[in-house]
């Protein structure tokens, strides 16, 4: 059988990637630090995947294995025989495994002559390829390496929460998560020749759909779920099913496809119907996704071209006034300490839209409901819009 190769065993490795491979053919090795995962995983060598929504079906996923991630050896010999790889760790996480898939690479050209290997980057990261590519090239001499791996983007667009036990789970390794099953990966960077399966859709120039899943997808989660914290919501299809969330979510949605739209010409009624989409695919509450999870790890999320603030910029670049995203980003301020997070996010340097977001906090400090800032929101969009149309 061929050999995929999986970073990480977690919501994404388990639940997405790799299933899709081993339906597609593969046996997967995933490669893991939880060390139940991995004895789980080679006791019982399938899992099921649970697919809800308005019904549920459930998935046998078969030709499974894995290894522990401290055990470098057995780590380098899974490189070695890769004829695919994947990582699905956390964007924080890459840079630190780095080392060690470096020490594979070289130990797969070793034993097996300069076979080239292609690694699919799946994490919510700007420029993930550059970055790991970066990241591994501090740990290898011979310049040559660099024509042998491909560094391939993909936009992941499934949603998996964490894989805990939940009420329909058929094993400890069941992983519950939506239908879809879409995998765009940037056709430019591919060096070998994997599959044609229609599941996978390899696109280029693929930075439009690196923005469009950063700038539309996650930035409408994050802030469905930064104003389902500030509702109360524990679940993000309860904050997804709430129409003043709904409707402060759209326009942030439509700021940031107004802008994605002038930087790729692309229609902004296929954008539409892509937002529209989102929108309903939020509402799913048999997925149990939490605002906790969605929201997680804030500080990387509130980065300059992360999610929200990238999306802001973009709309600047592309001449778009984006009045929803920085009350967004006000929002996600009010959370934390807000000099730190000013700082990691870089705001100061737009002053228009730094004395925007500074009026926005002021206006939280007062705790307004939502009704009452939605009547906010529409007044200083009249102010900053309606002058100049
Ligand atoms: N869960 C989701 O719906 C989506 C997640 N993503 C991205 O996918 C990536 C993975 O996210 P999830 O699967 O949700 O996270 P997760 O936490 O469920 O899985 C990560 C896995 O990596 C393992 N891990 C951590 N450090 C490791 C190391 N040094 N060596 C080996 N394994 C290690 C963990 O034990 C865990 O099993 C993230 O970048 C996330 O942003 C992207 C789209 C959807
Ligand atoms: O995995 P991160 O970067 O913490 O962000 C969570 C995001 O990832 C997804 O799970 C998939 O893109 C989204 O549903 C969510 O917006």
Redesign the pocket.
Same mark, same amino acid.
Request: charged share 20%; hydrophobic share 45%; net charge negative.
């Given at each position: 059988m061929k050999q995929f190769v999986m970073? /990480?065993? @977690?919501?994404? /490795?388990r639940?997405f990637i790799g299933a899709l491979f081993s339906k597609l053919g593969y046996e997967v090795t995933f490669?893991? !630090? *939880?060390e139940e995962?991995v004895r789980l995983l080679n006791t019982y060598h399938q899992y099921d995947q649970v697919i809800v929504g308005e019904q549920t079906q459930t998935i046998t996923i078969q030709h499974v294995k894995a290894v522990d /991630?401290k055990d470098e050896q057995a780590v380098c010999e899974a490189i070695a025989s890769a004829d695919l790889m994947a990582t699905?760790? @956390?964007?924080n996480?890459l840079p630190? !495994?780095a080392p060690l898939v470096a020490k594979g690479l070289k130990y797969r050209w070793e034993t097996r002559g300069n076979v080239p290997l292609d690694i699919l980057i799946?994490? *919510?990261?700007n420029d993930a390829d550059r970055i790991f590519h970066d990241a591994v090239a501090q740990y290898m001499e011979d310049p040559k390496w660099d024509t042998l791996v491909g560094f391939v983007e993909t936009s992941? /667009?499934?949603? !998996? +929460? +964490?894989?805990n036990n939940f009420e329909e789970a058929t094993s400890p390794l069941a992983v519950r998560q939506e239908a879809y099953e879409f995998l765009p990966v940037n056709k430019a960077a591919i060096k070998t020749k994997w599959t044609d399966a229609s599941q996978i859709i390899p696109y280029a120039p693929f930075q439009y759909f690196v923005e469009r899943k950063l700038f539309v997808h996650n930035m409408a989660h994050f802030t469905t779920a930064l104003l389902g914290m500030y509702e109360g919501f524990t679940y993000i299809s309860e904050a997804a099913s709430d129409i003043s969330i709904q409707w402060i979510v759209k326009n942030c949605m439509a700021e940031s496809a107004m802008a994605l739209a002038g930087a790729y010409g692309v229609s902004y009624a296929k954008l539409q119907d892509h937002m529209n989409d989102l929108l309903y695919r939020f509402q799913n509450v048999a997925l149990k996704d939490t605002v906790a999870r969605v929201a997680r790890d804030l500080m990387r999320k509130i980065k300059p071209k992360d999610r929200l603030v990238g999306a802001m910029r973009l709309c600047l670049e592309n001449e778009i006034q984006p009045v929803y995203l920085c009350f967004a980003i006000s929002l996600a301020l009010s959370y934390v300490d807000q000099d730190v997070l000013e700082e990691v996010c870089e705001i100061h340097q737009d002053e228009k839209v730094y004395e925007w977001i500074q009026g926005d906090l002021a206006w939280l400090k007062k705790k307004p409901s939502l009704t009452q800032t939605i009547t906010y929101l529409e007044k200083q969009e009249h102010e900053i819009i309606g002058s100049v149309i």
């Amino acid at each position: 059988m061929k050999q995929f190769v999986m970073y /990480g065993a @977690g919501s994404i /490795g388990r639940g997405f990637i790799g299933a899709l491979f081993s339906k597609l053919g593969y046996e997967v090795t995933f490669i893991d !630090v *939880n060390e139940e995962v991995v004895r789980l995983l080679n006791t019982y060598h399938q899992y099921d995947q649970v697919i809800v929504g308005e019904q549920t079906q459930t998935i046998t996923i078969q030709h499974v294995k894995a290894v522990d /991630g401290k055990d470098e050896q057995a780590v380098c010999e899974a490189i070695a025989s890769a004829d695919l790889m994947a990582t699905a760790l @956390g964007a924080n996480i890459l840079p630190k !495994v780095a080392p060690l898939v470096a020490k594979g690479l070289k130990y797969r050209w070793e034993t097996r002559g300069n076979v080239p290997l292609d690694i699919l980057i799946c994490e *919510n990261l700007n420029d993930a390829d550059r970055i790991f590519h970066d990241a591994v090239a501090q740990y290898m001499e011979d310049p040559k390496w660099d024509t042998l791996v491909g560094f391939v983007e993909t936009s992941i /667009g499934k949603m !998996v +929460p +964490p894989a805990n036990n939940f009420e329909e789970a058929t094993s400890p390794l069941a992983v519950r998560q939506e239908a879809y099953e879409f995998l765009p990966v940037n056709k430019a960077a591919i060096k070998t020749k994997w599959t044609d399966a229609s599941q996978i859709i390899p696109y280029a120039p693929f930075q439009y759909f690196v923005e469009r899943k950063l700038f539309v997808h996650n930035m409408a989660h994050f802030t469905t779920a930064l104003l389902g914290m500030y509702e109360g919501f524990t679940y993000i299809s309860e904050a997804a099913s709430d129409i003043s969330i709904q409707w402060i979510v759209k326009n942030c949605m439509a700021e940031s496809a107004m802008a994605l739209a002038g930087a790729y010409g692309v229609s902004y009624a296929k954008l539409q119907d892509h937002m529209n989409d989102l929108l309903y695919r939020f509402q799913n509450v048999a997925l149990k996704d939490t605002v906790a999870r969605v929201a997680r790890d804030l500080m990387r999320k509130i980065k300059p071209k992360d999610r929200l603030v990238g999306a802001m910029r973009l709309c600047l670049e592309n001449e778009i006034q984006p009045v929803y995203l920085c009350f967004a980003i006000s929002l996600a301020l009010s959370y934390v300490d807000q000099d730190v997070l000013e700082e990691v996010c870089e705001i100061h340097q737009d002053e228009k839209v730094y004395e925007w977001i500074q009026g926005d906090l002021a206006w939280l400090k007062k705790k307004p409901s939502l009704t009452q800032t939605i009547t906010y929101l529409e007044k200083q969009e009249h102010e900053i819009i309606g002058s100049v149309i």
